[in-house]
């Protein structure tokens, strides 16, 4: 299959601009923090000027057309390519949004070298011919499912990872819980830290990172809720945690509640909706993912 051509990012210079040195340019205009200018200017085609390898001191002039290489210059060789589940929602020259599915990791470690979301990425990748790589933006726990967004390239990952944690960018939850939260609306701002003695375990611990997560009771049966999650900061487990730390923990956590994989064989947790800025045209984007089945069934 013949490869798709690497991304790269394109200015004309306007009279405005005329006589500014590229540096200010690739900064100031097309957004590039000092890391991908520096790492991209020692590439052949890195940076052009009317398709001329250009500088980064060179002043541009009107009507000219500066050009930045923005895909990796070399493609990862850690990565196993591995067919296998991907669910795309969306896609465009910079990111992947996929529908992660409950018990696939992220990303490979220990025990989980091949078979994991970034495996089947790469795979798809190369069948696909895209001159792409793997940056991911945020992470899902292995048993969570839903929605997740991948840069495909540096820039694009810093660029997200700087809307993180504002209202540009919006990850919001949906949870079943053992019991019903009190206040049935609130705010659980709680540090987290880990457990003495454990690798993975996490607790409320006031000497903990700051954590804040918005929640909201949605429906009620049986003894169980569903609630919508929103979250301030990114900690491990942290709505795991803060439900437990309100004494509702998810339904199904056999690490901070019950596991009854009878019920469900996973912390019931599911990444529903995602709203972020497109990291180079500046389009606000948003995607809905519903309830999955074996968390439905636990509402029934």
């Known amino acids: 299959m013949e490869t798709q051509a690497p991304r790269r990012l394109r200015l004309t ?50 009507g000219q057309v500066l050009s930045v290489l923005v895909s990796d210059p070399e493609p990862r060789l850690d990565m196993i390519p591995t067919p296998g589940p991907l669910d795309i929602v969306y896609e465009d020259g910079d990111i992947l949004v996929v529908s992660k599915a409950p018990g696939l990791s992220v990303h490979p470690g220990p025990g989980h070298y091949d078979d994991t979301l970034c495996n089947h990425i790469a795979w798809y ?106 979250l301030d900061s990114g900690r491990t487990h942290q709505i795991r945690v803060h439900m437990a730390y309100l004494g509702c923990p998810l339904t199904g956590d056999f690490l901070y509640g019950t596991e009854d994989k009878s019920l469900i064989t996973r912390p019931a947790l599911h990444s529903a909706r995602l709203h972020l800025t497109q990291p180079v045209t500046g389009e606000a984007l948003e995607w809905e993912s519903p309830l999955p089945e074996d968390m439905a069934a636990l509402l029934v």
């Not at 005329?18 to 340019?25: N, P, R, S």
């Not at 690739?26 to 957004?31: D, T």
């Not at 009317?50 to 002039?61: N, S």
């Not at 993975?200 to 909201?216: F, K, L, N």
Request: with cysteine; net charge positive; hydrophobic share 40%.
């Open 13 to 62: 210079v306007t009279p405005e601009l005329a006589g500014e040195k590229i540096d200010t340019l690739l900064r100031q205009e097309l957004h590039l923090s000092g890391t991908v200018i520096r790492r991209v200017k020692w590439v052949e085609d890195g940076i052009l000027l009317d398709g001329v390898r250009a500088i980064t001191g060179q002043r541009a002039a009107a």
């Open 125 to 230: 990748y190369r069948q696909s011919g895209l001159a792409a790589d793997i940056h991911l933006v945020h992470r899902l726990d292995r048993g969570t499912s839903g929605l997740m967004v991948v840069a495909k390239h540096p820039h694009a990952q810093e660029r997200l990872k700087l809307q993180l944690h504002t209202p540009a960018f919006r990850r919001i939850y949906l949870a079943v819980c053992d019991g019903v939260p009190q206040p049935s609306e609130g705010t659980v701002d709680a540090p987290i830290g880990q457990v003495p003695g454990s690798l993975i375990a996490r607790q409320v611990d006031p000497a903990g990172q700051w954590a804040r997560t918005r929640y909201r009771v949605l429906h009620t049966v049986n003894g169980r809720s569903l609630v919508e999650l929103e």
